[in-house]
């Protein structure tokens, strides 16, 4: 499969981009898990073990299973001449501007990690001063610093990658993220959209350097001609205008129609995808706390090159019939009890990812939630999520499909 095609959020998944777990959650503390978006430390095994389990889950439905630390490795290997240019770019948005660091940080990486996916698991994990060799540099820096701090910060949310790029009907969205801490997490991507065979020449809408942020999680394709995008903490409005004038302008492309969900901006509804997801053709399972009128603001093409907005401010359900093309159900997290409600979605009860129409990847602990679609006829791949849930993510978080097959 060659590029990408997603042009719904529920059609037969063929092909998902997933990150395993690595040494980048041993450098969680408590004093960065704030900084780091992290609400808990999770136990490495098990968070590894689960992963494990989810990919098991989408191999056995027929999905094929690619990382993006794999996908990075390809890269550097079929271009070394990448490697060093890659390392820089690293260590730079690290935040390390003098030579004599930067030096000492390639010499180390490049003296230890000669395996390219060894070298690329090492940037996303970080480095602690203490691995660096002590040189004799007579710097006060070096005689007062903590050897015990980390000189290049890890990226923990890589297995959340839903976020740092995103798939839009055959183009690809390279985001630019709300916090510091992700904002490294797009160089991978941007290298294998740029280099790798399986995905270079893939159109992209947005840049990671351009000005807005935005990010995956907010991103739905709601079928071929329609995408939806949440305005919320992690989304600006700015953004969505951009990347719709971008969507529109190619010709290729048949999204006629952006929908910006103006969402709450909390950390429990971080983006579109924390508060509903789609399950089935005519099946959403969302977070009550959005149910009733939200705004939503219509943008299409206004045939000269522009855009046109129009404001709806209906409730969710009509919305969604409307574009989807048929009535819909809306299925809430927690099956009415506000308690469940609340406490599901906060381990990301309504994040769920479809395989298939009616087919969806859920997490083990959202066992209210699991239950009520059951009820309404929704087969649940059921996967163990007590230590991967402590990043705020769910199964839909942490995938993102390259290839679905049309409807
Ligand atoms: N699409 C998503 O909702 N992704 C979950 C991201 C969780 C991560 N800890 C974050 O705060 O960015």
């Known amino acids: 499969?060659?590029?990408?095609?997603?042009?719904?959020?529920?059609?037969?998944?063929?092909?998902?981009?997933?990150?395993?777990?690595?040494?980048?959650?041993?450098?969680?503390?408590?004093?960065?898990?704030?900084?780091?978006?992290?609400?808990?430390?999770?136990?490495?095994?098990?968070?590894?073990?689960?992963?494990?389990?989810?990919?098991?889950?989408?191999?056995?439905?027929?999905?094929?299973?690619?990382?993006?630390?794999?996908?990075?490795?390809?890269?550097?290997?079929a271009k070394p001449e990448l490697r060093r240019q890659f390392l820089d770019q690293w260590i730079y948005e690290a935040g390390i501007r003098t030579e004599m660091y930067h030096d000492i940080i390639t010499d180390y990486i490049e003296s230890n990690y000669a395996d390219t996916k060894a070298m690329v698991m090492k940037t996303m994990a970080g480095i602690n001063l203490q691995e660096l060799p002590q040189k004799d540099t007579h710097l006060l820096v070096d005689m007062v610093s903590d050897r015990c701090k980390l000189v290049c910060a890890p990226m923990p949310n890589l297995y959340f990658t839903r976020d740092p790029f995103a798939m839009i009907g055959n183009g690809v969205s390279i985001n630019r993220m709300y916090s510091q801490t992700r904002n490294r997490e797009t160089i991978y991507g941007d290298y294998i959209f740029k280099n790798h065979p399986d995905f270079v020449g893939t159109p992209e809408y947005y840049s990671r350097n351009d000005t807005f942020h935005i990010e995956g999680g907010d991103i739905l394709n709601i079928n071929e001609h329609v995408l939806a995008i949440g305005i919320s903490q992690r989304t600006e409005p700015d953004a969505i205008d951009h990347i719709a004038h971008n969507i529109f302008n190619d010709e290729?492309?048949?999204?006629?129609?952006?929908?910006?969900?103006?969402?709450?901006?909390?950390?429990?509804?971080?983006?579109?995808?924390?508060v509903f997801t789609q399950i089935d053709r005519d099946k959403f399972t969302i977070h009550p706390g959005i149910m009733g009128p939200l705004t939503v603001f219509e943008i299409t093409p206004d045939g000269k090159?522009?855009?046109?907005?129009?404001?709806?401010?209906?409730?969710?359900?009509?919305?969604?019939?409307?574009?989807?093309?048929?009535?819909?159900?809306?299925?809430?997290?927690?099956?009415?009890?506000?308690?469940?409600?609340?406490?599901?979605?906060?381990?990301?009860?309504?994040?769920?990812?479809?395989?298939?129409?009616?087919t969806v990847v859920v997490y083990q602990r959202n066992n209210v939630t699991n239950d009520v679609l059951y009820k309404n006829g929704i087969n649940c791949l059921v996967m163990p999520s007590a230590e991967l849930s402590r990043g705020r993510g769910g199964p839909r978080c942490m995938s993102m499909p390259a290839w679905r097959e049309a409807l």
């Not at 981009?17 to 408590?30: A, V």
């Not at 492309?253 to 995808?273: G, W, Y």
């Not at 574009?323 to 009890?337: A, N, R, S």
């Open 305 to 358: 090159g522009g855009t046109k907005i129009r404001e709806r401010n209906e409730d969710l359900e009509s919305v969604l019939s409307e574009y989807v093309g048929e009535k819909v159900t809306l299925i809430p997290c927690g099956g009415g009890d506000r308690i469940a409600a609340e406490r599901e979605q906060w381990n990301d009860g309504s994040n769920t990812l479809c395989v298939r129409p009616g």
């Open 252 to 274: 290729t492309s048949p999204i006629d129609t952006i929908l910006a969900f103006n969402i709450p901006v909390s950390r429990a509804f971080m983006h579109l995808d924390t």
């Open 1 to 77: 499969m060659q590029g990408v095609n997603v042009k719904s959020e529920i059609g037969n998944l063929k092909k998902v981009i997933l990150h395993r777990p690595g040494d980048e959650l041993l450098n969680l503390t408590p004093n960065t898990l704030e900084e780091l978006l992290f609400d808990d430390i999770p136990f490495l095994p098990v968070a590894q073990e689960e992963h494990d389990a989810f990919a098991k889950i989408l191999r056995d439905e027929g999905v094929e299973v690619v990382y993006l630390e794999d996908l990075m490795a390809e890269v550097l290997d």
